[in-house]
């Protein structure tokens, strides 16, 4: 910390914010593995959402739900830009001192306007309501903010999904190793068949229970202990050590290419390892 602050350099140093967010290091390791129909494998959170509804003149109804929606409004699901609109008359009375955009200061105006209403996460919200501001042609906006009962995105720790094509264990073992790049993989339990996949980069052995209770066949994860393998036997999984480095290290450029999209200008560290090495002793 010292040298950072001597060398006026900024840190930002994320970890298990990385890990639980969609498209962070769990994503990734899915991806790469090509495990499907993901969901969260505990501590599953559900971002709350609000519901959007602002009043806007006939012939900027479109100008304003675009902007909403270019900064994060609309999503249901897998569907982007949904929102709802009902024409209807607004009435405002222009006071001392207003530039109105349609009508005089003193008179009461009866606008034809659009109801335009959309659900927003909250994560959104605010650079929503800039957009909407900023694409408004009124002096002053009206528009309300509703916070919803129903559940928005759902993160946590870990993922849980299900692979194309059912394995054998020691078919998934090579199937890994080629994936990340080990050639050595430290395994545990056992299964019959290698289907049902959940996962959680770096060290993360603690959470093979609900691997197990969410009804996986395989748990992939990094720095397993004895002990945890003692585990995997009793509860009937199969547990895989991938490694710590190897599990997370896919997130590196991911990271960089995002950080490009935003024209950052990025450096990847091409000095990065696994501290940890294996020795083989030939025959």
Known sequence: VHLLL????????????LDITV?????????????????PLADCTYETLYKLVVYVPTGYENQ???????????WI?????????????????????????????????FAEEYRLETVVPQSKLSAVLTAMESSHPYEEVAYDIFRLENKGACTGLGRIGEL?????????LQYVSGKLG??????????????KVALCGGSAASYMTAAKANGADVYVTGDVKYHDGQLAEELGILVIDAGHFATEQAIVEKLAEFLRKQNVEVVVDTNEKDFLQHFHLDK
């Open 182 to 195: 080990q050639p050595f993989l430290t395994y545990a339990g056992q299964a019959a068949k290698i289907k």
């Open 6 to 17: 001597k060398n006026g350099i900024s840190l930002y140093s994320a970890h298990t914010n």
């Open 77 to 109: 699901g897998g569907y982007s830009d949904c929102t709802f609109q009902g024409k209807g008359q607004g009435t405002f009375l222009p006071r001392e001192g207003t530039n109105p955009f349609t009508g005089k200061a003193g008179e009461l105006e």
């Open 64 to 74: 304003v739900r675009t902007a909403i929606c270019e900064a994060g409004a609309g």
């Open 164 to 172: 194309p094509i059912e394995m054998t264990s020691e078919e998934f």
């Open 23 to 39: 498209d962070g290091v769990n994503d990734v390791l899915a991806q790469r593995l090509d495990v499907r129909n993901l969901r």
